[in-house]
Protein backbone atom coordinates (compact mmCIF):
# COMPACT_ATOMS: atom_id res chain seq x y z
CA UNK A 1 0.00 0.00 0.00
CA UNK A 2 1.27 3.55 -0.99
CA UNK A 3 2.15 6.11 1.95
CA UNK A 4 -1.33 8.09 3.36
CA UNK A 5 -0.30 11.21 1.54
CA UNK A 6 2.04 12.04 -1.85
CA UNK A 7 3.84 15.15 -3.10
CA UNK A 8 3.32 15.07 -6.57
CA UNK A 9 5.42 17.36 -8.33
CA UNK A 10 3.29 19.49 -10.78
CA UNK A 11 2.58 22.79 -12.30
CA UNK A 12 2.01 25.26 -11.36
CA UNK A 13 2.96 24.15 -7.73
CA UNK A 14 3.75 20.74 -6.24
CA UNK A 15 0.61 19.46 -4.82
CA UNK A 16 0.11 16.68 -1.98
CA UNK A 17 -2.45 14.29 -2.42
CA UNK A 18 -4.19 11.77 0.31
CA UNK A 19 -4.33 8.60 -1.75
CA UNK A 20 -7.12 7.43 -0.53
CA UNK A 21 -9.45 10.70 -1.53
CA UNK A 22 -7.62 10.61 -5.41
CA UNK A 23 -8.98 8.49 -7.90
CA UNK A 24 -7.57 8.40 -11.61
CA UNK A 25 -10.52 9.54 -14.02
CA UNK A 26 -9.57 7.83 -17.81
CA UNK A 27 -11.51 9.65 -20.03
CA UNK A 28 -12.81 8.30 -23.19
CA UNK A 29 -9.86 6.07 -24.49
CA UNK A 30 -11.95 4.45 -27.03
CA UNK A 31 -11.18 2.54 -30.01
CA UNK A 32 -13.84 5.26 -31.68
CA UNK A 33 -11.22 7.93 -30.71
CA UNK A 34 -8.18 5.94 -31.05
CA UNK A 35 -8.56 3.67 -34.00
CA UNK A 36 -9.16 3.98 -37.31
CA UNK A 37 -12.60 3.87 -39.01
CA UNK A 38 -14.47 5.32 -35.73
CA UNK A 39 -15.91 8.97 -35.13
CA UNK A 40 -12.83 10.68 -34.46
CA UNK A 41 -11.83 9.78 -37.71
CA UNK A 42 -14.98 10.22 -39.43
CA UNK A 43 -14.55 14.06 -38.65
CA UNK A 44 -11.18 14.13 -40.57
CA UNK A 45 -8.92 14.07 -37.79
CA UNK A 46 -5.42 11.94 -37.85
CA UNK A 47 -5.99 9.50 -34.83
CA UNK A 48 -2.52 8.00 -35.18
CA UNK A 49 -1.64 11.41 -32.95
CA UNK A 50 -3.53 9.80 -29.35
CA UNK A 51 -1.86 6.70 -29.39
CA UNK A 52 1.29 8.35 -27.81
CA UNK A 53 -0.93 8.25 -24.26
CA UNK A 54 -1.46 4.72 -24.52
CA UNK A 55 1.62 3.48 -23.24
CA UNK A 56 1.94 6.22 -19.90
CA UNK A 57 -1.98 5.84 -19.60
CA UNK A 58 -1.28 1.84 -19.25
CA UNK A 59 1.87 2.84 -16.64
CA UNK A 60 -0.64 5.10 -14.77
CA UNK A 61 -3.80 2.90 -14.95
CA UNK A 62 -1.26 -0.31 -13.10
CA UNK A 63 0.14 1.67 -10.83
CA UNK A 64 -3.12 2.83 -9.35
CA UNK A 65 -4.30 -0.77 -9.43
CA UNK A 66 -1.00 -1.72 -7.48
CA UNK A 67 -2.18 1.17 -5.02
CA UNK A 68 -5.88 0.19 -4.31
CA UNK A 69 -6.82 3.44 -6.24
CA UNK A 70 -10.26 3.97 -7.25
CA UNK A 71 -10.49 3.85 -10.86
CA UNK A 72 -12.71 5.61 -13.19
CA UNK A 73 -13.12 5.17 -16.95
CA UNK A 74 -15.47 6.91 -19.20
CA UNK A 75 -16.83 6.32 -22.57
CA UNK A 76 -18.43 9.22 -24.89
CA UNK A 77 -21.65 7.77 -26.21
CA UNK A 78 -24.83 7.49 -27.32
CA UNK A 79 -28.44 5.07 -27.29
CA UNK A 80 -29.10 3.01 -30.27
CA UNK A 81 -32.15 4.71 -30.65
CA UNK A 82 -29.92 8.42 -30.83
CA UNK A 83 -32.67 9.48 -28.00
CA UNK A 84 -29.60 11.11 -25.91
CA UNK A 85 -28.04 12.63 -28.81
CA UNK A 86 -29.11 16.18 -29.66
CA UNK A 87 -29.66 16.62 -33.32
CA UNK A 88 -27.44 20.15 -32.95
CA UNK A 89 -24.96 17.26 -31.87
CA UNK A 90 -25.28 14.91 -34.87
CA UNK A 91 -26.02 17.64 -37.49
CA UNK A 92 -22.69 19.45 -36.70
CA UNK A 93 -20.15 19.60 -38.82
CA UNK A 94 -19.34 17.74 -42.28
CA UNK A 95 -18.90 14.51 -41.06
CA UNK A 96 -17.66 11.59 -43.44
CA UNK A 97 -19.84 9.35 -41.35
CA UNK A 98 -22.57 10.62 -38.31
CA UNK A 99 -23.19 9.33 -35.22
CA UNK A 100 -25.24 6.34 -35.47
CA UNK A 101 -24.37 5.77 -39.29
CA UNK A 102 -22.94 1.81 -39.83
CA UNK A 103 -19.38 1.89 -40.07
CA UNK A 104 -16.30 -0.49 -39.82
CA UNK A 105 -16.03 -0.63 -36.45
CA UNK A 106 -20.26 -1.03 -35.85
CA UNK A 107 -22.65 1.83 -35.71
CA UNK A 108 -20.64 5.62 -35.35
CA UNK A 109 -20.39 6.35 -30.92
CA UNK A 110 -23.48 3.72 -30.52
CA UNK A 111 -22.82 2.46 -26.92
CA UNK A 112 -22.81 -1.73 -27.18
CA UNK A 113 -20.75 -1.05 -30.55
CA UNK A 114 -17.06 -2.47 -31.11
CA UNK A 115 -16.07 1.22 -31.41
CA UNK A 116 -17.32 2.35 -28.47
CA UNK A 117 -15.54 0.20 -26.22
CA UNK A 118 -12.60 1.34 -24.27
CA UNK A 119 -9.05 0.20 -26.42
CA UNK A 120 -7.71 -2.97 -25.40
CA UNK A 121 -4.75 -1.72 -23.70
CA UNK A 122 -6.57 -0.09 -21.14
CA UNK A 123 -9.72 -2.39 -20.35
CA UNK A 124 -11.42 -1.59 -17.48
CA UNK A 125 -10.89 -4.65 -14.66
CA UNK A 126 -13.68 -5.72 -12.58
CA UNK A 127 -14.53 -3.76 -9.72
CA UNK A 128 -13.62 -0.33 -11.93
CA UNK A 129 -16.27 1.78 -12.49
CA UNK A 130 -17.16 2.89 -15.85
CA UNK A 131 -19.56 5.98 -16.46
CA UNK A 132 -21.21 5.95 -20.05
CA UNK A 133 -21.70 9.46 -21.16
CA UNK A 134 -23.88 11.12 -23.58
CA UNK A 135 -21.90 14.52 -23.68
CA UNK A 136 -18.34 15.95 -23.78
CA UNK A 137 -18.17 16.65 -19.74
CA UNK A 138 -17.91 13.59 -17.65
CA UNK A 139 -20.82 15.09 -15.35
CA UNK A 140 -23.48 15.41 -17.60
CA UNK A 141 -26.19 13.30 -17.08
CA UNK A 142 -23.96 11.00 -15.05
CA UNK A 143 -23.93 9.88 -11.35
CA UNK A 144 -19.91 10.48 -11.42
CA UNK A 145 -20.40 13.35 -8.50
CA UNK A 146 -22.64 11.37 -6.46
CA UNK A 147 -20.44 8.28 -6.62
CA UNK A 148 -17.36 10.49 -6.23
CA UNK A 149 -18.58 12.05 -2.85
CA UNK A 150 -20.37 9.10 -1.70
CA UNK A 151 -16.11 7.15 -1.97
CA UNK A 152 -15.00 10.79 0.11
CA UNK A 153 -12.67 11.31 -3.49
CA UNK A 154 -11.24 14.99 -3.14
CA UNK A 155 -8.76 14.29 -6.11
CA UNK A 156 -8.42 13.57 -9.55
CA UNK A 157 -5.85 12.32 -11.64
CA UNK A 158 -6.88 13.37 -15.33
CA UNK A 159 -6.04 11.35 -18.31
CA UNK A 160 -7.77 10.41 -21.50
CA UNK A 161 -8.84 11.95 -24.88
CA UNK A 162 -9.43 14.88 -26.17
CA UNK A 163 -7.43 17.65 -23.91
CA UNK A 164 -9.69 20.65 -25.44
CA UNK A 165 -12.42 18.39 -25.72
CA UNK A 166 -13.87 15.69 -23.12
CA UNK A 167 -10.88 16.57 -20.65
CA UNK A 168 -10.94 20.30 -20.32
CA UNK A 169 -14.64 20.26 -20.51
CA UNK A 170 -14.53 17.76 -17.37
CA UNK A 171 -11.90 19.45 -15.21
CA UNK A 172 -13.65 23.02 -15.56
CA UNK A 173 -16.92 21.39 -14.45
CA UNK A 174 -14.86 19.03 -12.29
CA UNK A 175 -13.11 22.55 -10.20
CA UNK A 176 -16.85 24.47 -10.26
CA UNK A 177 -17.80 21.30 -7.70
CA UNK A 178 -14.52 21.32 -5.78
CA UNK A 179 -12.59 18.57 -6.75
CA UNK A 180 -8.93 19.18 -7.23
CA UNK A 181 -7.68 18.16 -10.38
CA UNK A 182 -4.58 16.98 -11.61
CA UNK A 183 -4.16 16.69 -15.53
CA UNK A 184 -1.58 14.00 -16.81
CA UNK A 185 0.15 16.13 -19.68
CA UNK A 186 1.65 12.44 -20.92
CA UNK A 187 -1.64 10.74 -20.67
CA UNK A 188 -3.59 13.47 -22.66
CA UNK A 189 -3.78 14.47 -26.03
CA UNK A 190 -5.58 15.77 -29.29
CA UNK A 191 -5.74 15.79 -32.81
CA UNK A 192 -4.35 18.80 -32.80
CA UNK A 193 -0.61 19.06 -30.92
CA UNK A 194 -1.03 23.05 -30.67
CA UNK A 195 -4.85 22.75 -29.11
CA UNK A 196 -3.18 20.03 -26.25
CA UNK A 197 -0.42 22.53 -25.27
CA UNK A 198 -2.88 25.40 -24.83
CA UNK A 199 -5.38 22.96 -23.24
CA UNK A 200 -2.98 22.07 -20.73
CA UNK A 201 -1.75 25.99 -20.37
CA UNK A 202 -5.47 26.83 -19.80
CA UNK A 203 -5.72 24.78 -16.51
CA UNK A 204 -2.92 25.61 -15.19
CA UNK A 205 -2.42 29.35 -15.74
CA UNK A 206 -3.27 32.01 -13.21
CA UNK A 207 -2.10 29.44 -10.44
CA UNK A 208 -3.81 26.75 -11.37
CA UNK A 209 -7.02 28.42 -12.57
CA UNK A 210 -8.77 24.77 -13.32
CA UNK A 211 -6.07 22.47 -11.66
CA UNK A 212 -3.02 21.41 -11.85
CA UNK A 213 -0.86 19.78 -14.60
CA UNK A 214 1.29 17.08 -13.72
CA UNK A 215 2.99 13.51 -15.62
CA UNK A 216 2.53 10.17 -15.16
CA UNK A 217 5.97 9.28 -13.56
CA UNK A 218 5.63 11.88 -11.34
CA UNK A 219 2.52 10.46 -9.76
CA UNK A 220 4.22 7.07 -9.86
CA UNK A 221 7.50 8.54 -8.11
CA UNK A 222 5.21 9.95 -5.84
CA UNK A 223 2.94 6.77 -5.02
CA UNK A 224 6.49 4.77 -4.59
CA UNK A 225 8.37 7.12 -2.14
CA UNK A 226 7.80 6.61 1.27
CA UNK A 227 7.05 10.72 1.63
CA UNK A 228 4.34 9.99 4.65
CA UNK A 229 4.21 8.89 8.23
CA UNK A 230 2.98 5.41 8.69
CA UNK A 231 0.12 3.86 8.94
CA UNK A 232 0.44 2.58 12.27
CA UNK A 233 1.56 6.03 13.13
CA UNK A 234 -1.30 8.00 11.95
CA UNK A 235 -3.80 6.00 10.31
CA UNK A 236 -5.24 5.98 6.62
CA UNK A 237 -8.00 8.89 6.19
N1 LIG B 1 -13.56 15.49 -31.31
C1 LIG B 1 -12.83 15.55 -30.21
O1 LIG B 1 -11.73 16.11 -30.18
N2 LIG B 1 -13.27 14.95 -29.07
C2 LIG B 1 -14.52 14.42 -28.86
O2 LIG B 1 -15.42 14.51 -29.67
N3 LIG B 1 -14.72 13.74 -27.68
C3 LIG B 1 -13.75 13.63 -26.68
O3 LIG B 1 -12.88 14.47 -26.53
N4 LIG B 1 -13.80 12.52 -25.94
Known amino acids: MPPVTGLVDAEPTAIELTWSRTALLIIDM ?8 GFGETLGNDVSLLQSV ?3 CRAMLAAA ?3 GMFVIHTREGHLPDLSDAPPAKIERGAPSLRIGDPGPMGRILVRGEAGHDIVAALYPAAGELV ?3 SGKGAFYNTDLDDVLRKRGIENLLVCGVT ?3 CVNTTVR ?3 DRGYRCVVLADCCASYFPEFHEMGLKMIKAQGGIFGWVSTSSQVIASLAADNAPSRAAGGRR
Open 30 to 37: QRDFLEPG
Open 54 to 56: VAP
Open 65 to 67: RDA
Open 163 to 165: TEV
Open 173 to 175: EAS
Open 131 to 133: IDK
